[in-house]
T-cell receptor, first 118, second 113 residues
Framework: DAGVTQSPTHLIKTRGQQVTLRCSPKSGHDTVSWYQQALGQGPQFIFQ???????QRGNFPDRFSGHQFPNYSSELNVNALLLGDSALYLCASSLLNLWGQDNQETQYFGPGTRLLVL | DAKTTQPPSMDCAEGRAANLPCNHS???????VYWYRQIHSQGPQYIIHGLKNNETNEMASLIITEDRKSSTLILPHATLRDTAVYYCIVSQMVTGGGNKLTFGTGTQLKVEL
């Protein structure tokens, strides 16, 4: 059973550039969430995608955008990179729970992409 | 968002039980408590979650107080490989279904010989 995969593992960019990070969800999952983790901090929620639409968004500027494809994989795009965007970017997948009373969807994380902006 | 409070660090001897506390006094009736751990810049690993009953799986046990204002994660026989940052999270519902995770700074657990 394939887990969550992310690519690339590491990336170096310069200020002002644009970057695209990719995520393949765990087999059978249909929902993808993205998180940013700065050094020494806990992960911060960026947004979540389901049925190719952004379902919820955290407190991140419009420079951060995403996309979900029909096969449930997802991309995170960051434009006009700033030094402060240097972080570990984590993707998590889950399966939408429409029938359970609790509506809980356990999220499983990938290994992350380490982005360094110079 | 319901907030959680955890001690910044804890030590545990290998082979002993590790008991990690978490306070979540503002938790709502339909919010779950989740525990994840993160080993040195790897992706967070799901451990366990619960609503009000105690839960146990192959990794750990979760004890939730009757008033649900606090919980304890128990690793019954800690090993060196359990050294990690442990996050206690109250799961917030997302509009349209599902949930998002709001991480704090967690507890750094160090398991020593």
């Amino acid at each position: 059973d394939a887990g969550v995969t992310q690519s690339p593992t590491h990336l170096i960019k310069t200020r002002g550039q644009q970057v695209t990070l990719r995520c393949s969800p765990k087999s059978g999952h249909d929902t993808v969430s993205w998180y940013q983790q700065a050094l020494g901090q806990g992960p911060q929620f960026i947004f979540q995608y389901y049925e190719e639409e952004e379902r919820q968004r955290g407190n991140f500027p419009d420079r951060f955008s995403g996309h979900q494809f029909p096969n449930y994989s997802s991309e995170l795009n960051v434009n006009a990179l700033l030094l402060g965007d240097s972080a570990l970017y984590l993707c998590a997948s889950s399966l939408l729970n429409l029938w359970g009373q609790d509506n809980q969807e356990t999220q499983y994380f990938g290994p992350g992409t380490r982005l360094l902006v110079l | 968002d319901a907030k959680t409070t955890q001690p910044p660090s804890m030590d545990c001897a290998e082979g002993r039980a590790a008991n990690l506390p978490c306070n979540h006094s503002t938790i709502s009736g339909n919010e779950y408590v989740y525990w994840y751990r993160q080993i040195h810049s790897q992706g967070p690993q799901y451990i366990i979650h619960g609503l009000k009953n105690n839960e146990t799986n192959e990794m750990a046990s979760l004890i939730i107080t009757e008033d649900r204002k606090s919980s304890t994660l128990i690793l019954p026989h800690a090993t060196l490989r359990d050294t990690a940052v442990y996050y206690c999270i109250v799961s917030q519902m997302v509009t349209g279904g599902g949930n998002k995770l709001t991480f704090g700074t967690g507890t750094q657990l160090k398991v020593e010989l």
